[in-house]
């Protein structure tokens, strides 16, 4: 697997359900019991369909991403990892020669697969993922079927480590890693008051697109151009006002990420090394796709599970806005800076299976505690096709959701004080 060390271990083996330590839930699957041995771990997280669950609800939760909870085995003095399917959840996991195919296609992939140096790097022990029947064969021994064993992993404040009898196993992973440089756009427009000058505003989109395959261009107009001409919009806005004396009391960040489309990478790497601490970082504003209507045809397929069926003329006026559920405060915000643009907000994908909430640019700042809001008027058919090209935006609403965002940072920046900082749940 890519998020694994390179090495041999060997030692017992325990099932340690789903390999979650996560302090700040009550979570922690490795209760001190499983140091000098190779954990097995199911995927995923308690809860994933249900609502209210503490793990960010329908959202898959930051703890449950594969890196992380190698990171955690690593912490608790395992030696390796093994991963399987969370059978109790996923039955169709036994299909394990499709899951293989998944990791290491036949042919190479299009644009490739990404995540940070700096995350690799503190993964040292190796982490294989195994099939169903062989994790069946492996906890035979304690009397309990691989389904029993991952449906207790559902135990609230954790499992308690289970060895399995007799298992022994020794694991080599041979990771080769080659490094492909990405590149952050940043600007500074610095506030004017003495006291609130060291606290920051973020405006951000993200410049990459989704690639292309042969002749075939994957444009990008609405994904994420429209939010990249907003930025500069917005930045000469702000030059404008500072030129007539009239600049934000905060400072403002304008921000351009990369690599967002392989998996937040710009986002996320601005977040592990900001430039000015995340403490002193007010709010984050994310411009993704906000350029066109919302539209969800009969048939549309995975990329937009859970999604009513809608027509664009529906969403003509019409804007998501992400990330208020944890920012009540920013919601107001939003409200009040509408005012003059005159769009219809919506609050409905916060806590939603299509997990809109964790797929853009905001969400590395809101695990680090900053409130943030994702503005978003919504997928379409030409969302990741060819098709996603400048003659079929929204000039007017875009105009609309650019003074929108803009209206929201001046706002923000020139208030007494900030939102309170977030935490998810």
């Known amino acids: 697997m890519r998020e694994s060390g390179s090495g041999t271990a060997a030692g017992g083996v325990v099932f340690a359900g789903f390999g979650i330590s996560a302090p700040a839930l009550g979570r922690d699957d490795y209760g001190g019991r499983v140091a000098g041995s190779i954990v097995l771990i199911v995927a995923h997280e308690p809860g994933e369909r249900d609502a209210d669950s503490p793990f960010d609800g329908l959202v898959s939760s930051e703890a449950s991403a594969t890196y992380r909870k190698a990171t955690a085995a690593q912490a608790a003095g395992a030696v390796g990892v093994m991963l399987v399917s969370d059978v109790h959840n996923h039955p169709g996991g036994g299909n394990f020669s499709a899951q293989a195919a998944g990791y290491w296609p036949a042919t190479v992939r299009r644009g490739g697969r990404y995540t940070l140096e700096s995350r690799l790097n503190r993964i040292r022990i190796p982490v294989v993922q195994i099939s169903p029947t062989l994790a069946e064969t492996m906890v035979a021994g304690t009397g309990r079927t691989l389904e029993s064993l991952s449906a207790s992993a559902e ?22 890693r080659y490094i492909s440089a990405a590149r ?24 990459d697109h989704d690639g292309a395959d042969g002749g075939i261009i994957y444009n990008g107009a609405d994904d994420d151009g429209t939010g990249t001409v907003a930025l500069i919009e917005i930045a000469e806005a702000y030059q404008e006002a500072a030129l007539r004396g009239q600049g934000p009391r905060r400072s403002v960040l304008v921000a351009a990420w990369d690599f967002e489309e392989k998996g937040l990478l710009g986002a996320w790497a601005y977040v592990e090394n900001p430039l000015h601490p995340l403490e002193k970082t007010v709010a984050v504003l994310n411009m993704d796709m906000i350029g066109r209507n919302e539209e969800v045809v009969v048939g549309g397929g995975g990329r937009f599970r859970g999604l009513e069926v809608q027509s664009a003329e529906s969403n003509a006026n019409a804007i998501n806005i992400l990330g208020t559920l944890r920012s009540p405060d920013l919601q107001a915000e939003v409200e009040r800076a509408n005012g003059a643009a005159g769009l219809e907000m919506r609050y409905r994908y916060d806590n939603h299976p299509l997990q809109l909430l964790r797929r853009s640019d905001h969400w590395p700042y809101m695990q680090a505690g900053v409130p943030a809001l994702f503005y978003h008027t919504g997928l379409h058919p030409d969302y990741h096709r060819q098709d996603d090209v400048p003659e079929r935006i929204n000039y007017g609403k875009l105009e609309k959701v650019v003074r929108l965002v803009y209206q929201t940072s001046w706002n923000l920046a020139r208030r007494a004080s900030g939102p309170p900082r977030i935490s998810m749940r």
Request: aromatic share 4%; hydrophobic share 45%.
């Open 184 to 207: 952050n756009v940043v600007g500074l427009i610095e506030g004017t008051d003495p006291e609130l000058r060291d606290e920051w505003i973020v405006i951000c989109p993200h410049f």
């Open 155 to 176: 135990a609230a404040g954790g499992i308690e480590p289970v060895p399995l009898p007799g298992v022994r196993a020794e694991i080599t992973a041979d990771v080769r």
